[in-house]
C-alpha cells in the first residue's frame, strides 16, 4: 500500500516546521511540488530549501504544473465555488497520475500544504477525491502546521480571541459582501485581494501582516481610519515589487474585554 | 533587559512542537511552569518530557503554583468573564514575582502555552498586565503552536472551512447559550463542559476528540443524531478514568460545498 502524507509546512518561516512534519519528510521516497503557475519563484525556493535543510539532500522532489483556475475577480460567491470545484477535479487527475507514475507500490509519499493541511487549503480534498475514483488506493497521514493566521498574531504578539468570545475566520470576497460580521468582534480575514477591510467601522482595530515569517515581512496595526490607506497602499507596492502578495488581517472590534451581552 | 518567551507547545503530541520552539527551549535560562491545580499529573509530566526531550537535561525549571480559578458553572457569562479578569489579576503578580525573583536582569525565561498562545489561552494577556504595571520590563517573544483544533482536523483528516466559507470559532458556554449560529456551517467549539453539541441538528455532522494527539486519544465522527448519546457515554467514562478531560471538536453542516447562497 502506498502511504501519502499532506504535511503542513507554515506560511514562510521554516523554522515553523514540527518536528512530526521533519519526520515525515525524512521518511518521504518522494515529495511532491505542485507548480501552480501562480506561485513565484520565491515561494517554490521556500519549499525547495525546507526539503535541503531537514533532510539533507535525500530528498527526492517531483515537481509537476497543478491544473490552471480561473481566477475571474467578476465571479459571484457561487460562480467562485464552481469554478474551484472544476479546478480540484482537473487537479485529482494530476495527483492520481503523480501517486500510479511516480511512487512505488509500497512507497511513501509527501504533498506540501502551505501554512495548516486543515484551514482554506484543497489538497485533502484534491487527495479525497482521487481515492473516491478508486484508481490508486493509499493509507493517509495528515500532519498539522502553523497557519498564517497564528504566525500573524505571534508577530503582532496578541491572541485571537478574548475572554469567552467567538472568533469568526472569513474570506475577503464574503467580507466585502456581507460587511463586518453581525455575531462575532473579532474577524480573521484571509483571501482578500481587495482590501476589503475597509468595511470596517473608523474605530476598529486592525492588525495586518504580509509575507509573515519571512524577510520580507511587512507588520502594520492601528485603528483602522488611522492605518487602512497605509495598508492599501504598502499592500500595493509589494505586490509590485514581489509580483504577488500573502497577507492576512485580525480586525477587531473594541469593547469590554469581560462583555458578556451578545 | 529581561527576555520572555510564550511558546506554544500543542496540545499533547511532543512533536508537534516546531524548531523555533525548541530553539527557544533550548536558548531559555529558566522555564515556568504554573501548576494550575486543575491540571492533572499527566499534564505535567507531558510539559517536563517535553523540556528533557529537546533540552537534554539542561532545562532549570521553576514551577509555582498558579491562582486558584472560580470555576462557578451556574456563572453567567458576564459573571464568568468578571471571575476569569479577577483570576488574571491574581497570575499577573504571581507571573511578576516568578520573573524578578527567579530571572536574571539579562535572563531569558519561556513561559509553556498548551495549543497556540493566540486561542483561548491567558498568558499574553497576563503578561500584559505584568508590563503594565511598570514593575518589571521585559522583551517578549511570541512562538505559535499547533492548537488542539489543528490536532484534531489532522487526526479526523478533514479540513475545517469549505471552499469560499466562513468557520466560527466559539465555547462550549456559548454554543448552550445561542444555539447553532446562523451565519456559519462550520463550527468549532472548545472549552464545552456541557455536551452543548446537543443543540445541533440531527443531521449534522460531528467530528470529535478528547487527548487528541496523546495515547489516551478518542475520536468519533458521524451524524449528529447517530454519535451524539456515545460522545457522551465515552466522555464521562474518560472524564472519571483520567480524573479530567481536554475536548474539542467540529460541528458541520452539510449542504453543498459549492454554495454561495449565504
Redesign the interface.
Known amino acids: 500500500m502506498r502511504t501519502v502524507s499532506v504535511v503542513?509546512i507554515?506560511s514562510g518561516?521554516?523554522?515553523?516546521?514540527?518536528?512530526?512534519a521533519?519526520?515525515e519528510l525524512k521518511a518521504a521516497d518522494v515529495v511532491f511540488m505542485l507548480d501552480k503557475g501562480e506561485e513565484r519563484e520565491s515561494l517554490t525556493g521556500l519549499r525547495t530549501q525546507i526539503c535541503e535543510r531537514y533532510v539533507s539532500g535525500a530528498c527526492r522532489i517531483v515537481t509537476a504544473s497543478d491544473a490552471r483556475r480561473d481566477r475571474d475577480p467578476t465571479h459571484?460567491?457561487?460562480?467562485?465555488?464552481?469554478a474551484?470545484?472544476d479546478w480540484r477535479a482537473r487537479r485529482a487527475e494530476i495527483y492520481a497520475r503523480l501517486l500510479t507514475d511516480e511512487l512505488a507500490e509500497d512507497g511513501r509519499g509527501v504533498f506540501l500544504a502551505w501554512g495548516?493541511?486543515?484551514?482554506?487549503?484543497?489538497t485533502?480534498?484534491v487527495l479525497g477525491e482521487v481515492r473516491a475514483r478508486g484508481t490508486v488506493g493509499f493509507d493517509?497521514h495528515?500532519?498539522?502546521?502553523?497557519?498564517s493566521?497564528?504566525?500573524l498574531?505571534?508577530?503582532h504578539?496578541?491572541?485571537?480571541?478574548r475572554?469567552?468570545?467567538?472568533?469568526?475566520?472569513?474570506?475577503g470576497?464574503?467580507l466585502a459582501a456581507e460587511g463586518f460580521?453581525?455575531?462575532?468582534d473579532d474577524v480573521v480575514v484571509m483571501l482578500d485581494a481587495r482590501a476589503a477591510f475597509r468595511v470596517a467601522d473608523a474605530n476598529d482595530e486592525i492588525y495586518w501582516g504580509a509575507y509573515v515569517g519571512t524577510p520580507d515581512e511587512i507588520l502594520i496595526s492601528g485603528r483602522v481610519a488611522d492605518v487602512a490607506d497605509r495598508i492599501a497602499a504598502e499592500r500595493e507596492a509589494a505586490r509590485q515589487r514581489h509580483g504577488w502578495i500573502m497577507d492576512t488581517y485580525l480586525l477587531r472590534r473594541p469593547g469590554d474585554?469581560?462583555?458578556?451581552?451578545r
Chains 1, 2 share one sequence.
Open positions: 503542513g507554515g518561516n521554516p523554522e515553523h516546521l514540527t518536528v512530526q521533519i519526520n459571484r460567491t457561487g460562480q467562485y465555488a464552481a474551484v470545484e495548516d493541511p486543515a484551514l482554506y487549503d484543497s485533502l480534498h493517509l495528515v500532519i498539522p502546521g502553523i497557519s493566521v497564528q504566525a498574531a505571534a508577530r504578539q496578541i491572541s485571537l480571541t475572554t469567552g468570545r467567538p472568533l469568526h475566520i472569513t474570506t470576497r464574503r460580521p453581525a455575531h462575532s474585554t469581560a462583555d458578556g451581552a
